[in-house]
T-cell receptor, first 117, second 118 residues
Framework: GAGVSQSPSNKVTEKGKDVELRCDPISGHTALYWYRQSLGQGLEFLIY????????KSGLPSDRFSAERTGGSVSTLTIQRTQQEDSAVYLC???????????????FGPGTRLLVL | AQSVTQLGSHVSVSEGALVLLRCNYSSSVPPYLFWYVQYPNQGLQLLLK??????LVKGINGFEAEFKKSETSFHLTKPSAHMSDAAEYFCAVSESVNRGSTLGRLYFGRGTQLTVWP
């Protein structure tokens, strides 16, 4: 079946502009994660959605970052007033339910490569 | 928070040689353990994971890893490297007990780039 998809695959923007990154999880998966992969910080957790529960936003680096998940499926990560240090690959992952916690396998999308000029 | 250490940011082996990629975790309570592989311009693909049971875990593409609690390690091995194994490998852990953070959240090592020479 279809895996996790992300769009756009690449995004180049100017400093100060807002960007939206989209994630379509595997159908039926209720748990969704965003991670960021950068040269300086490696792979780091950003935010987690599970079903209708309040998201865990503890990994968001600043209040310029926000995310939502509509209808328990598609998720959008928004970065406002982008800065050059936001340049990174943003990865989305989904898992079956999130209820089994760390046991569940997370399936990753191909990522969105963001470059802020 | 969990800490994951991957010794060696770059490992080079000849085709047919043993591959050994090292991973150590910091938690006193053993977490769940994962190895992911990332090919250029692609997302992460799960190679194998350990959650419970047999400590020697076999994964895809001939890789295996052994959980050693006494050494807090989960090293990845493959007896004979193939050119197609060239990629970046990430060790990751997630909490096995509730410490107040998202249970499924993955903590990653910094990655090891594997080069395979012909």
């Amino acid at each position: 079946g279809a895996g996790v998809s992300q769009s756009p695959s690449n995004k180049v923007t100017e400093k100060g502009k807002d960007v939206e990154l989209r994630c379509d999880p595997i159908s039926g998966h209720t748990a969704l994660y965003w991670y960021r992969q950068s040269l300086g910080q490696g792979l780091e957790f950003l935010i987690y959605f599970q079903g209708n529960s309040a998201p865990d936003k503890s990994g968001l680096p600043s209040d310029r970052f926000s995310a939502e998940r509509t209808g328990g499926s598609v998720s959008t990560l928004t970065i406002q007033r982008t800065q050059q240090e936001d340049s990174a690959v943003y990865l989305c992952a989904s898992s079956t339910s999130g209820l089994a916690g760390g046991r569940e396998t997370q399936y990753f999308g191909p990522g969105t490569r963001l470059l802020v000029l | 928070a969990q800490s994951v250490t991957q010794l060696g940011s770059h490992v080079s082996v000849s085709e047919g040689a043993l591959v050994l990629l090292r991973c150590n975790y910091s938690s006193s309570v053993p977490p769940y353990l994962f190895w992911y592989v990332q090919y250029p311009n692609q997302g992460l693909q799960l190679l194998l994971k350990y959650t419970t049971g047999a400590t020697l875990v076999k994964g895809i593409n001939g890789f295996e890893a052994e959980f050693k609690k006494s050494e807090t390690s989960f090293h990845l091995t493959k007896p004979s490297a193939h050119m197609s194994d060239a990629a970046e490998y990430f060790c990751a852990v997630s909490e096995s007990v509730n410490r107040g953070s998202t249970l499924g959240r993955l903590y990653f090592g910094r990655g090891t780039q594997l080069t395979v020479w012909p």
